[in-house]
């Protein structure tokens, strides 16, 4: 594998490992989804444009994985405290 490819692979994993362990934020499961699926929605739309690909598309996929890992996740997994 080139290294060209290895970081092809190696960065929508790595933002997408960040993007799940930050889906927690939040004390109910529809505000842990509203924060997953705005930080997917980011993140994919930044890999969609990094890869060449269409940052819409890639988007709208980051949120909703985004979206189903926050609502999914369990508020004591990541306790940062009541927002202001």
Do not use: D, E, K
């Not at 490819?5 to 929508?12: G, K, S």
């Not at 993007?19 to 997953?36: K, M, N, V």
């Not at 890639?58 to 985004?66: C, D, E, H, N, P």
Request: positive net charge; proline residues 5%.
């Amino acid at each position: 594998m080139t290294r060209i490819n290895q970081r092809r692979l190696l960065t929508p994993l790595l933002l997408a490992a960040v993007c799940f362990s930050l889906a927690a934020c939040g004390y109910t499961p529809g505000s842990r989804a509203l924060s997953g699926g705005a930080i997917g929605a980011g993140t994919g739309a930044i890999i969609g444009a990094a890869t060449g690909g269409s940052a819409a598309t890639g988007a709208l996929i980051g949120a909703g994985v985004g979206a189903i890992g926050g609502a999914v996740t369990n508020p004591n997994t990541v306790n940062l405290g009541h927002a202001p």
